[in-house]
Structure formats: C-alpha cells, structure tokens
Nanobody
Framework: QVQLVESGGGLVQPGGSLRLSCAASGFTFSIYTMGWYRQAPGKQRELVATISRDGSTNYADSVKGRFTMSRDNAKNTVYLQMNSLKPEDTAHYYC?????????WGQGPQVTVSS
C-alpha cells in the first residue's frame, strides 16, 4: 500500500523556521521525483519545490533562498526546510511523488505563519 506520511507542520511566527518531512512507503522511492505543493484558502495550488532522483532541485520564485528541499533515499524520506517564513507562506503543504504518469499524494499538513 502506497503511503506518504507528512509531519512537521504547525504555527510559527514570521521570520521563524519549520521543517516538513514526508516518509514514503509502498513504491520505489529512489526513482521518483518528489515535490511539495501548497494551497492556501481561496488560492490556486502552487508548486513549491521538486527534487529529482539525482538530487537536483527546483524552487518557486516565491521561496528561493528561503526553502531547501532534500531527500534521504535510505530513509525513503524527503524534507522541506523552511526559513524566514512569511505570513504568505501560510497554506496546506502537500508532498507528492511522480514517475512518468504515476503520482502519489500526502494528506497535507497545515503551516501557519502568524504573530
């Protein structure tokens, strides 16, 4: 059974940091491109970051320089380190895995940036 289990969301003050984790099981994690999307209420879903099987990363312009995505293939886990958080980063963050036309999604922890 395929599972993507996220953790690490919560409430943080502006300027603070959070690290999201996404633990995968049920598929060959190491060959999948992994990524994070986010969606805020009333807004379209936004691609935040991706990491390919070889470890190369891409980021949305809105998070470049603040967010870092990484993967640990030994643990079947990806991470999203979020620094210098802003109120506009508030959203549900969804982990996904993709290989060609096959996609898997996590449940989406809430991240709230507020004073």
């Amino acid at each position: 059974q395929v599972q993507l289990v996220e953790s690490g969301g919560g409430l943080v003050q502006p300027g603070g940091s959070l690290r999201l984790s996404c633990a995968a099981s049920g598929f060959t994690f190491s060959i999948y491109t992994m990524g994070w999307y986010r969606q805020a209420p009333g807004k379209q879903r936004e691609l935040v970051a991706t990491i390919s099987r070889d470890g190369s990363t891409n980021y949305a312009d809105s998070v470049k320089g603040r967010f870092t995505m990484s993967r640990d293939n030994a643990k079947n886990t990806v991470y999203l380190q979020m620094n210098s958080l802003k109120p506009e980063d508030t959203a549900h963050y969804y982990c996904y895995g993709r290989l060609l036309t096959r996609e898997y999604w996590g449940q989406g922890p809430q991240v709230t940036v507020s004073s």
